[in-house]
Structures are given as C-alpha cells and as structure tokens.
C-alpha cells in the first residue's frame, strides 16, 4: 500500500516538486509503478496549488470589498 504524501510546506515548494516529477517523467527511465505514483502526486500537488491560488484571490477579493481589480504596476 502507499504512504501518504505529506502536504506541501507552501505554493512554491508544490511548484519545485511538480517540476521535479515533470523531469522525471519526460526522461522516460522510470519504471511504470514509479511513473503511476508520480503521476498521482502530481494531480495532488495540482490541487493543492489551485486551492492555494483560489484561497489567495477570495482573499484578494476581500480586501478589495469584493470586486476583484487589475492590479496596477508601477513602470519600473
């Protein structure tokens, strides 16, 4: 049976191991069993940065009384 992975530490940290797991497999040299879980880690690494992202905009949208603005940079 697999373990369970342990939820990422943060947003980046998710993105840095769906990068790794993405090299990974686009080599091609890992076994099946190997390439199957990676693949299952990174669906959840998926869904943990899209809950990241969405948690982060709601949060956006409160503060900004519920409209959701362009963000405006200063020309740097």
Do not use: H, R, W
């Amino acid at each position: 049976m697999a373990k369970a992975n342990k939820a990422p530490d943060s947003f980046e940290s998710a993105l840095t191991q769906l990068e790794t797991i993405i090299q990974a497999m686009e080599n091609g040299d890992i076994p099946l069993e190997t390439a199957l879980n990676q693949y299952k880690q990174g669906i959840e690494l998926i869904k943990f940065c899209q809950n990241t992202l969405a948690d982060a905009e709601q949060q956006l949208k409160v503060l900004e009384n519920q409209e959701l603005k362009t963000l405006e940079l200063p020309n740097a």
